[in-house]
């Protein structure tokens, strides 16, 4: 990260306060989202969402697998993150693996619910094959290809992008198997199944400089920030996972205040989101 | 022009990909036998004694360029420069740069290029103006006048002998930036021009286009007058308490900083020569047409502002006819 001037600083706080930040956003406005969906082929789904400068790329593996003794009914989802060396020199190596645990634990905390698996994003139960015996493995995985602020946003609607693109090829089981034999599956080429991505939470980071609140920051104004908060909303405006980053200690009704402007914020981004996500999926298919 | 990563519409795509067109039919009229690519044979008259500059090399007895560029000529020497290089400093170009590191008697400034350059302390003028020898209390004192990670503008006066540049900030105009913003774009974007420095009277706004593609848009400072002060501030708090206790800038002149960075934004985006009259057009478009200062960077203005460069140029050629 490229160092500030003190005089730089001092703009990028005076815009954060006067509601006009650097390239002219309000500080509850989304710089312009770009999705491409199908960037990587042997991947069931995948997708490259560009925000500003921030580049990031999701892929769904899915593998078949046997379900957990605890949980016979229901499929196993791993999401793990990586940052690329491409987008800062301090990654090379082991030097990106703080921030990409930080990720991975943010995102599965906010899409995946409990232990239990209760409250998920991803309905785990649509993807058990046969109860006990086969189910479906999803592997969910971020690269971060070019950092500039709100990695998490941009990391969840790749996500979200990814799981719309995914198409889970369909099953057939032997029938008349005994209980305690591996059935015998054959999985076809030709049928997929979609996901039913509505469910599906975004996140959303909320910056907090000085006295005011910002979405969507870039790395110059994550530089300046006191503390973040990263709120997980889905379409009916339930919170589906709550995430708080830095130092700084926040007032209770702070907190509850950032969580109504999260909801608000919200549904336009879902609403931008699905739209450019149907874009690009419709441009795939044409080209 | 490089992949332009915009959310289009078939309407905006078919308008801009028509601009675009009509600029590359004028620039394809006017120097079609001057560019080569890699493997070319650059047109020499062989009986001539030449000599072989950057960028070429001698194949089978041909003269063929090794990059893709414009061929140069001046008076025997034949090179080939290359369009999209990185930065290649000239002795008195004006250059913004940040200081990474106060050394010895100097301060160390990255101004992408491929090392950092050196502004040397007898290079700066003083700030009680008088000019006499550096001394020991001067090198001491040297945080005082510039710190890491401030935001200098200065200009180049040497090479030195290992291809390290020397910076020179002997005029009043060079010196420390403040309030404002620093927008970082591809070198070849700025060429080089009579003045650097742009001082926006109707916005009160000081625009300094770096050659090596660092440019600096903030409040208009007059004279330098920042230094003299500088001797009474002698320790890091006061600086701190002073910053939170100035005024934020206005928001009338914070509202056309953003729109003069966003115009530069957008033609750096569709790879257009960055120079003044360009973008105060670019400005005046966007005021004229009531643009939202973030809407600028939306694909519509994108396409406006390629349309009405393929216009312009278009009009600049029937006039030079």
């Known amino acids: 990260m490229v160092g500030l001037s003190v005089g730089e600083k001092h703009f990028i706080q005076g815009g954060i306060a006067q509601d006009l930040r650097s390239d002219g956003r309000k500080r509850l406005t989304y710089r312009p989202i770009y999705v491409e969906t199908g960037v990587i082929p042997q991947a069931h789904g995948s997708a490259r969402v560009r925000l500003g400068a921030t580049d990031v790329i999701a892929s769904v593996k899915a593998e078949l697998g046997k379900p957990s003794a605890l949980q016979p009914d229901k499929g196993k989802i791993a999401i793990y993150v990586d940052c690329s060396p491409t987008a800062a020199p301090m990654f090379e190596g082991r030097g990106g693996e703080e921030l990409s645990t930080e990720l991975s634990v943010a995102l599965q905390r906010c899409l995946l619910g409990g232990k239990s698996g209760a409250g998920a994003g991803i309905d785990p139960t649509s993807l058990v094959v046969v109860e006990g015996k086969v189910c479906w493995d999803l592997y969910i995985d971020g690269l971060v290809i070019s950092s500039d602020g709100n990695l998490l946003d941009a990391l969840a609607a790749a996500i979200k992008a990814a799981l719309s693109n995914t198409g889970i090829p369909k099953v057939d089981v032997a029938a008349e198997t005994r209980s305690d034999e591996q059935p015998e599956v054959n999985i076809s080429d030709e049928e997929f199944l979609q996901f039913d991505t509505s469910g599906i939470p975004v996140i959303v980071t909320l910056t907090k400089v000085g006295r005011h609140y910002i979405v969507d920051a870039t790395s110059e104004e994550e530089s300046q920030m006191s503390s973040a908060v990263s709120i997980s909303v889905n379409r009916k405006g339930h919170i589906c996972g709550l995430t708080k980053r830095g130092g700084v200690g926040l007032d209770p009704s702070i907190i509850l205040d950032m969580i109504s402007v999260a909801k608000h914020v919200s549904e336009q981004l879902i609403n931008k989101l699905d739209s450019e996500i149907a874009a690009a999926e419709a441009s795939e298919e044409e080209s | ?321």
């Open chain 2, 1 to 321: 022009m490089r992949g332009l990563k915009l959310p289009l519409s078939q309407t905006q795509r078919v308008r801009l990909q028509r601009a675009f067109e009509k600029l590359q039919s004028l620039s394809a009229m006017a120097n079609s036998d001057a560019s080569v690519t890699v493997a070319d044979t650059i047109p020499v008259n062989y009986e001539d004694a030449f000599l072989k500059g950057h960028g070429t090399t001698d194949l089978n007895g041909e003269l063929v360029a090794t990059v893709c560029g414009v061929v140069e000529r001046v008076n025997k020497l034949v090179y080939v420069r290359s369009l999209r290089a990185r930065y290649k400093p000239e002795v008195g170009d004006v250059v913004v740069g940040r200081v990474v590191e106060v050394a010895q008697k100097r301060w160390r400034l990255e101004i992408n290029f491929s090392q950092d350059a050196v502004l040397m302390l007898s290079s700066m003028n003083m700030p009680d103006g008088i000019q006499r020898r550096r001394t020991a209390l001067d090198e001491l004192n040297m945080r005082s006048i510039f710190e890491e990670n401030d935001i200098v503008c200065a200009e180049v006066r040497n090479f030195q002998h290992d291809g390290s540049l020397q910076l020179q900030a002997r005029s009043r105009k060079y010196g420390k930036l403040e309030k404002g913003q620093l927008l970082i774009i591809d070198p070849y974007l700025v060429k080089k021009s009579k003045q650097h420095f742009h001082h926006l009277e109707q916005f009160g706004i000081g625009l300094i286009l770096g050659r090596n593609g660092y440019i600096w848009i903030g409040e208009h400072v007059e004279a330098r007058d920042s230094m003299v002060i500088d001797q009474a501030k002698s320790t890091e708090q006061s600086t701190v308490v002073e910053g939170i206790n100035q005024a934020y800038t206005p928001l009338e002149m914070r509202q056309n900083i953003c729109r003069i960075g966003n115009a530069i934004r957008v033609l750096t985006s569709l790879g257009f020569n960055v120079d003044l009259n360009l973008i105060m057009e670019t400005v005046e478009l966007s005021s004229s047409l009531k643009i939202d200062i973030h809407d600028m960077l939306g694909s519509e203005f994108h396409v406006l502002v390629a349309e009405m460069e393929a216009e312009r140029r278009i009009l600049t050629t029937k006039r030079k006819r």
